[in-house]
């Protein structure tokens, strides 16, 4: 964000207008542990190019892109726990769908027949 500083200098006389850049680089970390291991499985220095400057090229054995830490058992159980909760709410969903169709059919059924059920 411009401070007001800067905008009062963009709009003033100046032959030149000043544009500030940032640029954000991931770059690699000797001291964070070379045999560190990825949530795919592979070390982290596997994730950077080794010829070319260590350049975070992502991991050259998978297709995984960015090292990322290998989720401990309480993350697995959230989300073993979610993915069962999501499952279990799609079947409710459909079966509440059945159920409501089942009963437009026979409320349907009932209608054409003039409301009367044989006894």
Not at 40 to 61: A, N, Q, V, W
């Amino acid at each position: 964000m411009l401070t007001k500083k800067e905008i009062l200098e963009m709009k003033s006389d100046k032959p030149y207008i000043t544009k500030r850049k940032i640029v954000i680089e991931r770059l690699y970390n000797k001291d964070f542990g070379d045999d560190k291991v990825c949530g795919c499985g592979h070390s982290y220095y596997r994730h950077f190019d080794t010829y070319e400057g260590m350049s975070p090229i992502g991991c050259k054995y998978c297709d995984c892109i960015t090292w990322h830490p290998i989720p401990n058992e309480e993350d697995k159980e959230r989300e073993r726990l979610t993915i069962e909760w999501n499952k279990k709410y799609e079947e409710e969903k459909q079966n509440g769908e059945r159920i409501q169709i089942e009963l437009e059919k026979n409320k349907n059924e009932n209608t054409h027949t003039g409301g009367t059920e044989a006894s």
